[in-house]
């Protein structure tokens, strides 16, 4: 049995976070009959991420994979029936289109198909200037207040 969270108290006591709760709730709606094609999600360091989906039968020309802003999307579509009459069809050969939300500042930095897998390689690259920075202290004396400059440049001229 699957049980249905209501966020509604936190959309009404967070200021912010509305990409997160928004995520929280549509992974709160998504079927558990969605679970084709299998995928695994692997962190392999700090800042790096792999995908791998089993895609049997589909070729790089029937995948396609497409990053708008914070959103994957990965997609497949059989060019055509080999024209075969099946007996028992147990690989599954339907469309698809999986979506995974990114976190802010990942990147995809390459994909590659190989014996049935399709592999997505992610990255986390973080502007320099949101990367944490150590700030120098300054031994002897005080700095002058900002406006104390602005004033003695004013002097001076």
Do not use: C
């Not at 299998?38 to 792999?50: F, G, M, S, T, V």
């Amino acid at each position: 049995m699957r049980t249905t969270f209501d966020f509604t108290p936190l959309f009404r006591s967070s200021v912010g976070f509305d990409r997160m709760l928004h995520a929280l709730e549509a992974a709160s709606r998504v079927e558990t009959i969605d679970n084709w094609p299998p995928y695994d999600i692997a962190k392999l360091d700090e800042n790096d991420y792999r995908i791998t989906m089993a895609v049997a039968g589909f070729s790089q020309d029937d995948l396609t994979i497409t990053q708008e802003r914070n959103m994957l999307m990965v997609s497949g579509q059989k060019a055509g029936e080999d024209g075969g009459q099946y007996l028992h069809r147990g690989i599954a050969g339907r469309d698809f289109q999986r979506r995974f939300e990114l976190a802010d500042h990942v990147k995809v930095v390459g994909a590659s198909l190989a014996d049935g897998m399709l592999t997505i390689d992610l990255r986390r690259e973080i502007p320099e200037g949101m990367k944490p920075r150590r700030i120098e202290i300054a031994a002897g004396e005080a700095l002058p207040k900002p406006e104390t400059k602005q004033i003695e440049a004013e002097q001076a001229a």
